[in-house]
């Protein structure tokens, strides 16, 4: 499976973002996706995740509110759709493929893309 994703860049405080990522592989369609993001100096989190095959979506309550996940299955795409955003949220955010469950950290995930760099001005 491999993952691009794309859509970061600067943008202001209080603005929207879209983030992009596009699974191939002849096994993309059996795994989830999910979006992480890392800080400078800190850990990777979790910031959502859905599923291909069922109507299933999942986000951390960091984000409930101000981010939206969806997917084009014709596309093969995962789109992170954030609102508001605020200095804190700058971050390289990462697209991920695991099996599908309600617990994300990076030990589920099997497959990473490369990351798309947030920076949001205050």
């Known amino acids: 499976v491999q993952l691009q994703a794309s859509g970061g860049g600067l943008v202001q405080g209080g603005g929207s973002l879209r983030l992009s990522c596009v699974a191939s592989?002849?096994?993309?369609?059996?795994?989830?996706i999910a979006w992480f993001r890392q800080a400078p100096g800190k850990e990777r989190e979790f910031v959502a995740a859905?599923?291909?095959?069922?109507?299933?979506?999942y986000v951390a309550d960091s984000a409930k509110g101000r981010s939206t996940i969806s997917r084009d299955n014709a596309k093969n795409t995962v789109y992170l759709q954030m609102h508001s955003l605020k200095a804190e949220d700058t971050a390289v955010y990462y697209c991920?493929?695991?099996?599908?469950?309600?617990?994300?950290?990076?030990?589920?995930?099997?497959?990473w893309g490369q990351g798309t760099q947030v920076t949001v001005s205050s």
């Open positions: 991920a493929a695991a099996a599908w469950g309600r617990t994300w950290n990076s030990e589920r995930i099997r497959y």
């Open positions: 592989g002849r096994t993309a369609s059996s795994y989830a």
């Open positions: 859905v599923n291909w095959r069922v109507e299933q979506a």
